[in-house]
């Protein structure tokens, strides 16, 4: 059955949207399999993900994620409704604690699974955007950017829980305890391993900072049920101090980035940002994004309805 579904799929998402992926299989997990009322059949795989307190991924996340991974074939976005139901039952038998929460990762565009996953309670909690072509000329500013380096970890700390403190306020992030201490050893690692981190100033004083680099999307790889294959520059912090907010630094780090990361090859950019937030979605807009997946989200798995 799934074959059939992956193949119907992958059609309808290249006519939902030319830069979606072939549809991939999904990962282990338990069956869900449903008849819409015309008597097609549509199918998911339930997972399940534990994350340690202490985490990287503990700060963008519930520690307890249930993910819903919908095979709806050629079926309309509306038949994920079905699924939904299916899936509230068997989480009304597990019983999720508090910090845990329901994910569904799906089509921008299809605005008729939005409509079901409205109506059971989800919210659109975090866009996956993306922008192709070459990197823009560069824009005059005021601002100068550079790369990190050790010497720059503390203000790169200060600045990245500074992201993950807004983030939680407006989105998916979760300020845990050992905020700081995980955002400082995953900064160490980038730092060591010469991943790009780069530092914008303006008069000599640290005013923002970004991450990222490089990566492909092959066949197995993540990368590949998220974007075209090809190699791709992947955005995964941009931060600016509250006081620069507004002032050309985040378009200055957005630039350096986009200069190194769209080297070598890659055919285009993309990153995360959340939709509630009243500042990401016409920044990223403006530096040529726009929404790809949409990362809807239920927290606490219980409240699926």
Known sequence: MTGPLLAAQS??????????????????????????????????VLTRTEHGPGTAPALWSALDVRELHPLLGAAPGAALDVLLRRWA????????????????????????????????????????????????????????????SAADLDFLV????????????????????????????????????????????????????????QTVSAPGSWAETRVRHGRWGYLNCLSVVPSARGTGVGRALADAAHADLLSGGAVGMFLYYNPPNPLSPVFWARQGYRPLWTVWELRPATALR
């Not at 949207?17 to 449903?34: Q, R, S, W, Y």
């Not at 996956?128 to 072509?133: E, S």
């Open 11 to 44: 059609t309808r998402f290249a006519g939902l949207d030319p830069l979606l992926p072939a549809a991939v299989a999904p990962p282990d997990g338990e069956a869900l399999v449903a008849a819409l009322p015309d008597g097609e059949r549509v199918a998911a």
């Open 89 to 148: 039952a068997v989480l009304a038998r597990a019983a999720p604690g508090p910090d845990s929460s329901c994910v569904v990762t799906w089509p921008s565009r299809d605005v008729s699974a939005a409509e079901a996953l409205l109506a059971h309670g989800f919210v659109p909690l975090s866009v996956l955007a993306v922008r192709v072509g070459p990197a823009p000329g560069a824009r005059p500013s005021a601002v100068t950017v550079r790369r990190a």
């Open 158 to 213: 200060d600045s990245a829980v500074a992201e993950v403190e807004y983030s939680s306020r407006v989105g998916g992030a979760v300020l845990r305890p050992r905020t700081r201490a995980v955002k400082r050893a995953a900064l160490r690692v980038h730092l060591a391993q010469e991943d790009p981190v780069w530092l914008a100033e303006r008069g000599g004083e640290p005013v923002g900072h970004a991450e990222g680099w």
